[in-house]
C-alpha cells in the first residue's frame, strides 16, 4: 500500500529540471566601447636653477618663509642672489679719517717685519721749552690732539712740550677737565666698554713695568680718561688709546711732579 502511494505521488509531480542555456554567437562588433582609464602621467624633472623654489608652508600664514626669504613671490619666499658690499657708517659713525704719518709707517714697519721698539725716537716729541702764546694760564696743561703734543703753560709765554699718544680714530675728544687724583705706579681695571671690545684683557692688572697705565697716572674729572704713562713708548706720536693720552714713563714722572690736583687740562 506504501509502495502505490509512493508511485503515485511520483506519477502526478512535476519535475524542474535545470538544463544548459542553449549557446548563442556574440558579434564583438555590437559591444559598446569600453571606458579605459589610465594612471595619471608622471610629472616632468623640475627644472634646476640657481636657486630652487620652495613651496609656501600651510602654516603660519607664509610666516617662516617671511623670517628666512629675502622677497616674497607667487611662488613663495624665494632667496635672491646675495650681495657683498661694505657697509656704510658702522654704527652710525662717518668714515675713520686716514691715518697720520706717523701711524702709516709704524704700520709698514710692522708689515715688514720690522719691530718698531728698535726704532730711534723722534726727537721732535722730546720734552721741550718752547714758546706759548695762547690765552691759557701758568699751571694749565694744554693737549694738542691733532699734532700730538701736551703743553704745560709756564711763565712769560713759555710752555713745557712733551710728545704724546692720543686716541684711536673714533676716540678722540675734546673738552675742559681737571686734575681730580694723582697715582704712582696705578692699577688698571679696563672698563666694560673695552672689554667688551677686547674680551682677551684681564680683569685687573696690579700696577708696575708692565702694566699698560705705566709709572704715573692723573685722572681727569669723574671720567675714565686719564694722562697716563706707558710701557710701549714707540707709540708716541701716534692715535693708538681708547681716549687716554699716554707719555713716556720718564715724561709723565716729570709732569707729574709739576702738577697738582686740581690743575686745569684743556683737550683740543
Given at each position: ?47 634646476r636653477t640657481a ?133 704712582e705706579w696705578p ?82
Open positions: 500500500m506504501q509502495n502505490r502511494t509512493t508511485l503515485a505521488l511520483l506519477a502526478g509531480a512535476t519535475f524542474l529540471v535545470a538544463a544548459p542555456l542553449p549557446a548563442f554567437a556574440i558579434d564583438a562588433a555590437q559591444l559598446p566601447e569600453p571606458t579605459v582609464i589610465y594612471a595619471a602621467p608622471p610629472a616632468p624633472p623640475p627644472v636657486y630652487a623654489q620652495p613651496q609656501r608652508s600651510s602654516m603660519g600664514g607664509g610666516f617662516i618663509e617671511f623670517l628666512f626669504g629675502d622677497a616674497p613671490s607667487s611662488q613663495g619666499y624665494a632667496p635672491q642672489q646675495p650681495v657683498y658690499q661694505q657697509q656704510p657708517a658702522y654704527y652710525g659713525r662717518q668714515s675713520l679719517p686716514p691715518m697720520d704719518p706717523q701711524q702709516q709707517m709704524i704700520q709698514q714697519q710692522q708689515e715688514a717685519g720690522i719691530d718698531p721698539r728698535q726704532q730711534p725716537f723722534d726727537p721732535k716729541y722730546e720734552k721741550q721749552m718752547v714758546d706759548y702764546s695762547g690765552k691759557e694760564g701758568a699751571g694749565t696743561i694744554v693737549v694738542d690732539t691733532p699734532n700730538k703734543f701736551l703743553y704745560l703753560v709756564q711763565h712769560d709765554g713759555k710752555a713745557l712740550r712733551y710728545g704724546i699718544g692720543v686716541g684711536k680714530p673714533g676716540f678722540t675728544w675734546s673738552g675742559v677737565k681737571t686734575v681730580s687724583a694723582k697715582r692699577d688698571w681695571t679696563p672698563p666694560a666698554e673695552m672689554l667688551a671690545r677686547r674680551p682677551d684683557l684681564p680683569r685687573h692688572m696690579e700696577g708696575g713695568p708692565e702694566n699698560p697705565l705705566g709709572a704715573r697716572a692723573m685722572y681727569l674729572g669723574s671720567t675714565l680718561y686719564r694722562i697716563h704713562g706707558s710701557n710701549e713708548p714707540w707709540t708716541i706720536g701716534t692715535n693708538v688709546s681708547s681716549g687716554c693720552i699716554r707719555m713716556r714713563n720718564e715724561d709723565v714722572i716729570d709732569l707729574y711732579g709739576r702738577v697738582n690736583v686740581g690743575a686745569k687740562v684743556v683737550v683740543m
